[in-house]
């Protein structure tokens, strides 16, 4: 590991703990408003909404694909039916990879990639 | 007053005893889908760190003090275009400030925990241990040992985390471009299929589009800062139609509504 890894690591392991650990301890001795408290209940589906869209819309981090040639986004689709009717994570990983597989496959089979 | 709590037996919703250890395996199942997730993703994290430049003890390092997937991503991604080392972590501080959102969502349910589980909670904090253990703290029932049930969570993330960028590293070092594989959708699907069961009424699903969209329109904003942005909107947005249904409810019917949910 070079000099400047361990300065780097050093960084981001301080910062990374720096938004996890004082922000757990304040508002554990501070109490807070109900509105907020009840506003903390949106952050989950909200966040892992503004994580995900973009990896299956921008695949290439680079411009919108809304063509069915972006296998995420048909993927991802199928993942998200598994998911409403079955309700299993495990079930929807599987199915959802394998349907980017396939995708993947029956595109470079049609030539279209 | 604590013999008290402890001689009170608490049950769970089925019935039986909760323990410590119950807790804590309860935790674990919980999260055994997610740490399935999270192994593709982290054997591409130590595949793709030894294709970035990062040497094998520097990717190790990163995932046992960092241990925040998405930024040691980014971090790779940055070290190889020669980003200086305050960039980056400007940029792993911005890309995690999701977690003080999480924290604070938390905290109000880790009152009566000391430091000495704080702290390593805290440090083991992830997207997927958040979503399973905030769900176990919301759930109605009075165990004194949540906290138990955030520790199988999280400690077998973590250790799941180390080998699979071990593996990953090692097989860095064998294959060449492990994006080519679609691995890294593994955590897309895993979150979709958090995300989907979670859709349970119209404001949740009107927060949710709005976070589609907004991560869209903004996500050219330098360092991740559009996450951030589209989240904070999303919650709003969420906040306010649920304050619509309510002062609706209130109008048609002459009196206060329930919680709408």
Redesign the interface.
Known sequence: MTQRELILIIGMALVTFLVRYPILVLVTRIPLPATILNAMRYIPPAVLTAIIVPAILIPDGKTLDLHVQNSYLIASIVAALVAWRSKNLLLTIGLGMATLWLWRWLLMLSGAV | MTEVITETIIENSDGRAVTRLSEFWAGFRATI??I??AIPFGMIFGALAMTQG??P??AS??SA????G??QFI?AGL?ASGAS??I???T??IV?????????????H??T?P?RW??P???W?T?ET??VV?NRYNAPDASPYKQWFFLGSALPMYLNWQLCTYIGIRAGQAIHNPGRW?LD???????????????RNR??VI??A???I???LF?GLPNKL??IL???L???A??AV?WWQRTDKTHDKGFSAHDP?
């Open positions: 889908p997610l399935i997730g990062i040497s003890a520097g390092a990163m003090f960092v241990f925040a998405s930024a971090a070290v080392t305050a980056i972590v400007l792993t501080f995690n400030l999701r977690h003080s959102l999480y924290s604070a969502s938390l905290a109000p880790m009152k925990l430091h704080l702290l909670l805290a440090f904090l997207d958040y979503v905030i679609g959708f593994a955590m897309v699907v895993t979150f979709t299929g958090m995300l989907v069961p979670m859709l404001a949740i927060c949710v709005i976070a589609g907004t991560s869209i996500y559009g996450l589209a989240a904070l999303a919650v709003t969420g906040v649920e949910t």
